[in-house]
């Protein structure tokens, strides 16, 4: 038997001073010692590092790295993180029932990952055990409950019940009940929900298809209407589906003869956010100053 936790989202920006005040408004909080040091210094305090560095925030149960891009690394939502209680039988799952997949030892340095390794899919986690020598901060400390957390992730995939399996079978996450119409695969570890959904080329005629991968970080809070008036005041680049009809309208009426082009454009981001809002769980669709979608539910 083993016990999972996913408790560790990372996303990867040039910018994540701004980030970090944007995802504080859905309930993350940064601490003092994780406020953000480059990498090969987790001893150090240090101020913001644009382009090594990373901003640490929590919900009390997930932890978000925000970690400076450096060249070569695509941006945006880059992976995900398990916390085990065998961290040997994991991995010995893993290289036994899965022989094709690959499993690496991380550099001592990271705050959280001893392991990363990869789905069938391609879908990099990281994986860790209470313990273990390298874990350090927010992820070495004490849990606790808050109204405003990180409820989901979800992520598409070419075969969702190939992918779905394996998750149950190495770290044994619950599925949660769905419709039989429903395609996608619900995983829980208790507190926080992998949805795991299919991909189509065909979801994405008439615009640029977004390849499969990490697809969405789901939040819950305690309103709605409170956040939503937080992320206002904040005035951060960001998209949401309220978006579409302001943005259609402003460019219409101030150049006409463009407002073609525009309204091509504005419907192909429409195709892309109407799949975004297709998730069971969100009640507002949102993306962070980066682009990263975040959708939010009130409970």
Request: charged share 25%; net charge negative.
């Amino acid at each position: 038997m083993i016990s999972s936790k996913i408790v560790h989202v990372a996303i990867l920006s040039h910018n994540f001073s701004r980030l970090r005040k944007f995802y504080e408004c859905l309930g993350m909080k940064g601490t003092d010692s994780d406020r953000s040091r480059p990498f090969g210094q987790e001893g150090r305090e240090g101020p913001l590092d644009q382009r090594s560095g990373a901003a640490r925030l929590t919900d009390g149960y997930v932890g978000m790295n925000l970690i400076g891009r450096e060249a070569g690394f695509q941006g945006g939502f880059d992976h995900f993180g398990i916390d085990v209680d065998e961290l040997d039988l994991a991995l010995a799952r893993i290289r036994e029932r899965y022989p094709t997949l690959g499993v690496v030892k991380r550099p001592s340095n990271r705050p959280f990952a001893s392991f990363s390794a990869h789905d069938p899919a391609g879908n990099v986690f990281d994986l860790s055990q209470a313990g273990m020598e390298n874990r350090s901060g927010l992820y070495a400390g004490n849990r606790w409950q808050q109204s405003r957390r990180v409820h989901h992730i979800q992520i598409r995939v070419l075969d969702p019940a190939l992918v779905a399996r394996f998750y149950q079978d190495v770290f044994e996450l619950r599925e949660e009940e769905k419709s039989l119409e429903d395609p996608n695969f619900y995983l829980t570890d208790g507190v926080v929900t992998l949805v795991i959904a299919p991909w189509k080329i065909s979801d994405y005629v008439g615009t640029s298809p977004v390849r499969p991968g990490l697809d969405h970080i789901g939040f819950k809070v305690e309103s709605l209407r409170a956040v939503r008036q937080e992320l206002a005041e904040l005035a951060l680049p960001g998209e949401s589906n309220q978006a579409i009809d302001r943005d259609r309208d402003q460019w219409t009426k101030a150049d006409p003869a463009r407002s073609g082009r525009a309204l091509d454009w504005v419907s192909e981001r429409d195709a892309i956010l109407r799949l975004f809002a297709t998730c069971r769980y969100g009640q507002y669709h949102i993306s962070d100053p980066d682009g990263v979608f975040a959708d939010i539910s009130e409970g």
